[in-house]
């Protein structure tokens, strides 16, 4: 964890390289987005990319990642996401402690995510 935080330079978080959009996100060959909301929040309003096969989604609560990080692939794009990107900033580090990358962190968080999947940006990428 040590040398994860001191990674975490002012150069290194205004170089914006923990961060990842969704128009980025939906380019990637195969890619993993992490939703770390509660189960109550991701049964309310699921996210489900079914129109980009190349974009697994899943939902790990954050406070499950301690026993369910090992789930993730360790080959392929994570991109963490919740509302207002605070638990997917905890998560991010966590799992940049376990050596998993790439990990980014959705910028926009879940606003983002449903803005990108609107009717006329979501025929852009089909």
Not at 65 to 93: G, H, M, Q, T
Not at 103 to 117: D, H, N, P, R
Request: hydrophobic share 40%.
């Amino acid at each position: 964890m040590e040398q994860v935080l001191k990674s975490l330079t002012l150069e290194f978080f205004g170089s914006g390289a923990h961060k990842i959009t969704p128009e980025k996100l939906f380019e990637n060959k195969a890619a993993v987005l992490l939703d770390v909301r509660s189960r109550e929040e991701a049964a309310s309003v699921s996210i489900n990319l079914s129109k980009h096969d190349n974009i697994e989604c899943r939902n790990i609560p954050v406070d499950e990642i301690p026993d369910r990080w090992e789930e993730l692939p360790k080959d392929r794009l994570i991109a963490v996401f919740c509302p207002a990107n605070v638990r997917s900033s905890i998560v991010y580090a966590f799992l940049l402690t376990k050596g998993l990358e790439p990990v980014k962190v959705l910028e926009g968080g879940y606003a983002a995510i449903t803005e990108a999947v609107k009717p006329g940006r979501l025929l852009k990428h089909l």
